[in-house]
């Protein structure tokens, strides 16, 4: 008896389904504007309503009262979907500054760096300069026409000099020299 009562609340809400499903998804779609979201939103609505079938099995107008649950249930995605997109532009913004400072802080280093750079003497400057370009102390050494101690001797100067202008930010400079 229970299977057969199963079964006839299956064929019932199965012609329910198939009778207000394309309507609803018209109705659906004129809220959301697009095909695939009213198809969710309506079969959620229809999901729902199986779970739900003791209780609206008393309701007399069951077109609006269907109709009214499909329209509720765009109208919180619609919602969400606005939370959402103020959250994206709120962290895009966020992103946005995160990226200015970061950003500052780079001008702002490399400002302080070539300020204690034009702040050394220029043997100094020469040595160190050449340095960060890449040329070896031999190389150096040779361009300026001085020799290799002298040249040791310059660059190590030219360190303590920029690591007391710089203090802490010297480490940024000391892999490069």
Known sequence: MKSKQITHEEELFHNLFMEYYPSL???????????????DLVQDVFVKMWELREQWKG???FSAYIYQ????????YLRGEKLREEMMRS???EKLSIVE???YI????FRLVNQAMDSLPSTYKQVIT???EGYRVKEIAEKLNVGEETVKKRKQAAKQVL???????YVFLLPLI
């Not at 649950?69 to 919180?76: A, D, L, Q, T």
């Open 101 to 103: 400072i970061n950003q």
């Open 106 to 109: 780079e001008e702002e280093i």
């Open 130 to 132: 050449l340095s960060l």
């Open 91 to 93: 962290y895009k913004e």
């Open 163 to 169: 690591k007391e202008k710089l203090g802490k930010l």
């Open 69 to 76: 649950m499909v329209r509720f249930r765009c109208f919180n």
């Open 59 to 61: 309701v007399e107008n």
């Open 25 to 39: 998804l018209s109705f659906a779609r004129y809220y959301v504007k697009d095909e695939t979201i009213a198809e």
